[in-house]
């Protein structure tokens, strides 16, 4: 299959995006024009202007200021919980995949029944028993999200240690650990890369959904989900508060699901 | 000494009801130079019988009873561990279909050198040269060595497992019908290349097909499956002459009934 110049370009596209964020969050302590914390009482609320590129929020601070310092706490705590639940999920999907058959049933079931709990109420549920801070929020993030990896990776290792390729290099005498390595590695870690991209997407919104409720990123620390919940009181008059958060999470969500997509297009080499 | 001696084995797939027999109390031998074939209708249990010798059941099936032999390895069901000591050493499973027996992202030549690398304990660079040795001597063009899978043809993939065997030095090559899917001339060189390799490394072929015309002129000894049980075994040329077996016969009218046809000149 040629690789798709469209899936390309759009993964490029989302890695631009993504990487302008990052690179911007990282600069934002020179960048932003005013410090993120100082209110400026006279001129709260105020709608985009030349001094306050986005505006200000109810107690007169930069939005633009906090939006850029906020990009790396929002960021960075969705990447954590990402890498935390695949990390979690991967120890018990591929301890599953590759067990015998009586333990990888066992182990099957506490994956299916960690999965029927609703995952969101169950991480509101696990972050409100914690103190509220972000970190509570990515451990309980990374508590809920550990199942569908550990299912889904178990499946890929199934599948992929019963591939023909795989019983005949057996056959032929390789074994153990060069099995796993060179032959069901390479066959798993490019859909768990796609599957990663995705899963990333979907925790920057987990994480600014439970800003938003008040469970994570505490005031007054800038984080996209906490300004949303910041603006919603002035959202008839001062619409920009809610925009420009809801736009950065939508553009990294979206870039996210480019380099997904993008991703999976290379994922597959001829002849697989 | 005896490469290969099975005795009383027993294979069962418990997932059926009632439970499946699919081999009941079979019992093979095979000394050096010596070439067997298998045959016998689908679903006699040909295939199962290779697995079974080089421990891969597939699950569900199950190995219930007796015991191989290998070389001076004694396996028996609950000792399966074993196999990991065997397989590519003293015993090789040449795969049914080459289409999928190989890595597809790897190169022929990283994988032939794999094996040895394992088997033999070579290092990386040894392997590689030993490897791309073994291909040329199989025939494949230079350019195989990097080559991936999906770049070669059905008889250059096939030679690959061949030139793994022929790097493995392994004494007792078991091969699952080796020339399927493939053209009448590509068949005929990947069986007189896979003779050529039992003949050096004087090693017991085990060959497993249901064609008669390709076991005629390959195999010594001739052996035929039903259900299971090995009904009728003998020298090639007199088991296909004169066949005892109802199944033996069966198979034998078969054949004669194709060429009949084919000497007719109609389809077959």
């Known amino acids: 299959m040629p690789f798709d110049r469209t899936a390309r370009n759009m993964g490029i596209c989302g890695a631009a995006v993504l990487a302008a964020f990052l690179v911007s969050g990282v600069l934002a302590p020179w960048i932003s024009p005013h410090d993120p914390y100082r209110g400026h009482l006279a001129r709260r609320l105020e709608p985009p202007s030349a001094s306050f590129p986005l505006g200000t929020d109810a107690l007169g601070r930069c939005v633009v200021s906090r939006l850029l310092h906020g990009t790396l706490v929002s960021l960075g705590a969705a990447l954590a919980a990402s890498a935390a639940s695949f990390l979690l999920g991967a120890a018990v999907g591929l301890a599953a995949g590759l067990a015998g058959p009586r333990c990888s049933g066992l182990l099957a079931m506490g994956i299916d029944a960690a999965l029927a709990l609703p995952a969101l109420l169950l991480a509101v549920a696990l972050a409100g028993l914690m103190s509220p801070s972000l970190l509570s929020v990515v451990a309980a993030l990374s508590l809920v999200g550990w199942p569908w990896w550990a299912r889904w990776l178990r499946a890929l290792v199934l599948e992929a240690r019963h591939r023909e390729f795989v019983h005949a290099a057996v056959a032929l005498g390789v074994s153990g650990r060069r099995i796993l390595v060179r032959y069901l590695l390479p066959q798993i870690l490019p859909p768990a890369a796609v599957a990663f991209a995705v899963r990333t997407g979907a925790m920057l919104v987990a994480v600014s959904g439970l800003s938003y409720l008040g469970l994570g990123a505490q005031p007054p620390q800038p984080e996209w989900g906490r300004m949303l919940e910041e603006s919603r009181l002035h959202l008839g008059r001062a619409p920009w508060l809610m925009i420009a958060p809801g736009t950065a999470i939508t553009l990294c969500v979206a870039a996210c699901q480019m380099i997904a997509e993008s991703l999976r297009g290379r994922a597959r080499p001829e002849g697989v | ?268």
């Open chain 2, 1 to 268: 000494m005896t490469l290969l001696r099975a005795a009383g084995l027993e294979v069962v797939d418990p997932s059926r009801i009632p439970p499946r027999i699919v081999l009941r109390g079979l019992c093979l031998e095979l000394e050096p130079g010596e070439r067997l074939g298998i045959t016998g209708p689908s679903g006699a249990g040909k295939s199962t019988l290779a697995c079974t010798l080089t421990g891969l059941l597939p699950p569900p099936l199950e190995w219930r009873g007796g015991m191989i032999r290998i070389g001076r390895h004694r396996l028996a069901p609950g000792r399966e561990r074993l196999w990991d000591t065997v397989r590519g050493r003293d015993i090789l499973l040449l795969f049914q279909s080459v289409g999928t027996a190989l890595h597809p992202q790897m190169t022929v030549g990283r994988q032939v050198a794999e094996a040895l690398e394992e088997v033999l304990g070579l290092s990386r660079r040894e392997s590689h040269r030993e490897a791309a040795r073994r291909l040329e001597e199989v025939g494949l063009p230079s350019f195989a060595v990097q080559a991936y899978p999906y770049q070669l043809s059905g008889g250059m993939r096939q030679r690959v497992l061949i030139a793994i065997a022929l790097g493995l030095r392994c004494r007792l090559l078991v091969a699952d019908e080796p020339t399927s899917g493939l053209d009448p001339i590509a068949r005929a060189e990947v069986l007189s290349l896979l003779l050529g390799a039992v003949r050096a490394l004087n090693a017991g072929l085990l060959l497993i097909s249901h064609d008669l015309r390709l076991l005629r002129g390959t195999v010594d000894t001739l052996a035929v499956l039903e259900e299971g049980t090995l009904v009728e075994t003998g020298p090639a040329g007199l088991l296909l002459s004169a066949p005892r077996h109802p199944q033996t016969r069966r198979l034998v009218e078969a054949l004669a009934d194709l060429e009949r046809q084919a000497n007719a000149g109609s389809p077959a």
